[in-house]
DNA sequence: CACGAGACCTGTTCGC
DNA sequence: TGCGAACAGGTCTCGT
């Protein structure tokens, strides 16, 4: 399901809370419960359960896709991958179909973990560099310059499309808002990173700031059933358009495979270099 | 270094 | 209606 603004509008509505459900923010942990053991990347099963309880929720950050949950002692950690999603519910709640982990706190709440799929994972960590480590840089963090990214991308000599989804290059792009970014820049997904010129490289990451900030300002995007209350879906110009005309040239926006992955196009606005 | 294939998983949609 | 194939927001690891 998450890409950043996905991830960025969860950890929003559990610092701030909703209608819902209260923030979590300066909760104390009660105890903890693991019903897929997997999900579970780091301690053990009874090592989580024993260093959870009695801990409080300081902070909730975010690092790439990550969520980091600043806790008394420890980081918890959190990847969605795929299909991973939570929740705010009152503690007496029966568990839900898909839940993998849950936290009751004691001011009668809990948060659940839910994950179809199973991919995702939770790390209980002193020191949450370890796993974040290899991330590369934040895409909204304006410590990059156009000329700096410039420089970065045409170290590679890598197609552009995996190049921005792969984490140690840039954190927190994916299948959706890669698409959409290369499509304002007006780029081709297979392009050589290397052969973009210093404006084509400037306009490519103003697009990619553009969509993440696009997505946040529309809580993310809603796909199937998967995560809710998100809007940036109506948004879209070339995600899961295949055969819809291009709204800026009215051409059919096309699909192909790109690094195993999806990929939506317009190839009228998006030329392939040297076609 | 760059890339493709396969693995990890379950659920929904597509095509015949 | 039924059934297998294809497909889905993401990483990992291994082999070339």
Redesign the pocket.
Known sequence: ???LP?VETIRRMLCKGTSEYPSILACKIMNGQVFWG?TLAKPSVDQFISDIANQKIDDIDRR??YLVFKLTRSFLLI?????GDIKIVPENSPTE??ERVAISFDNGWKFIFID????G?LWLVDDPEAILL?LGFEPLDEEISERKFWEKIS?????IK??L?D?RFIAG????Y?DEALYLAGLHPLT??NTLGFHQAELLLRSIRKVLQDGILQNG???????RGGNF?NYFNV??RTGMPCRKCGTLIE?II?????THLCPTCQKYPGS
């Open positions: 399901m998450p890409e996905e997997k790439g896709k990847h969605l991958k795929m299909s179909k898909h179809p799929r199973k991919f994972r290899n170290r590679h000599r890598r197609v995996p190049l989804m984490q792009l994916g299948n959706i890669t050589r990173s995007s809603s796909i199937d059933w998967v995560y879906q995600y899961r699909r790109v690094g195993q992955r999806s």
